[in-house]
């Protein structure tokens, strides 16, 4: 009897070894097929229930790295870095430890931390080389990120660098197009950089012109304000005589000169000295003189 006991006991260990195995394998192949539908929450539950009845650790770092993958997919960038520090901590050496650089570069780069994802980014290309088709794809996506960070970091000058690079060493990577727009991208950046600072000086050149203009029309209205006052205080003040007997202008002429503006002043009554120099003539002309300016100004 207890010989039969030790004889059933390995045969129901064996059998119970295969269930959780197949039933591992279903739960692997259920989660693959949803994250092909791109039905990413789903494929991180059954992910998830494969990673928990793992039999090994290859299994449960294989059905962890995918849930990781799937977080990923549906953006849920928190539950990614927390299941990548946990693969870190539980298996640092893993065959998923160097793509988890690369993830967690991304991740970083998504959520801001430009500088940190650069350093991962780095790291990434330095642990691999370009042995076959999609390690190669996978460092001119690292470059290209490199140069994105920049970018961000509005170092323009240092991210075409990179651009550049991917563009000419991985001609055949699915990022050369999206690299070669960037390049593009940051020349109209440049350009019009030049001209926002050309019309930058533009723009002052013709402040100075207007605040020059400013200060000239405000010295010919405070010019003819004086003459006028000086004109009015020698009307006001009998000076109408004073002018009439310094320019020589008979009684009569100058009376009507005076009453009536617009009638002229004989050429044979002008004084020698030509009355266009007296103090009326002046202020007359400024004040047309600053009428003109003021008609023909920037207004």
């Known amino acids: 009897m207890l010989l039969t006991v030790f004889v059933l006991f390995p045969v129901g260990l064996s059998a119970a070894q295969e269930t959780n195995q197949s039933q591992y394998a279903r739960r692997f192949q259920n ?15 059954e992910f998830r229930r494969a990673q928990e009845i793992a039999q090994n650790m290859n299994e449960w770092c294989q059905s962890l790295y995918w849930v990781i993958l799937s977080e990923l997919a549906f953006s849920d960038y928190g539950s990614a870095l927390r299941d990548m520090d946990e693969l870190q901590r539980r298996a640092p050496n893993s065959t998923f430890s160097r793509d988890m650089i690369y993830h967690r570069a991304r991740v970083y780069f998504i959520q801001g931390y430009f500088e940190d994802a650069l ?6 290309n ?3 080389t370009d042995s076959d088709r999609i390690s190669a794809d996978r460092r001119a996506a690292s470059f290209f990120w490199m140069g994105e960070c920049l970018f961000a970091m509005v170092q323009y000058d240092e991210a075409e660098k990179f651009y550049s690079w991917v563009v000419a060493r991985y001609p055949q990577s699915p ?3 999206a690299a070669s727009y960037r390049i593009d991208l940051i020349k109209q950046k440049k350009i019009e950089s030049e001209l926002l600072a050309l019309l930058q000086l533009s723009h002052e050149d013709a402040l100075r012109t207007s605040e020059d203009y400013q200060r000239t029309i405000r010295t010919y209205e405070h010019t003819l304000n004086i003459y006028q006052r000086r004109i009015a205080d020698l009307t006001n003040s009998g000076g109408s005589q004073q002018i009439r007997q310094e320019e020589n202008i008979p009684q009569n002429v100058y009376q009507n000169y005076v009453e009536e503006p617009s009638v002229s002043i004989p050429e044979y009554y002008q004084p020698e000295n030509n009355y266009d120099n007296g103090l009326l003539e002046k202020a007359i002309r400024l004040e ?5 300016i003021l008609e023909g100004g920037p207004w």
Request: glycine share 10%; proline share 0%; no cysteine.
């Open 175 to 177: 990022k050369v197009e």
């Open 288 to 292: 047309s003189h600053v009428q003109e």
């Open 126 to 128: 330095g642990s691999t």
């Open 31 to 45: 989660g693959a097929q949803l994250y092909g539908l791109t039905r990413w929450q789903e494929a991180a539950i």
């Open 119 to 124: 350093l991962l980014f780095n790291r990434y």
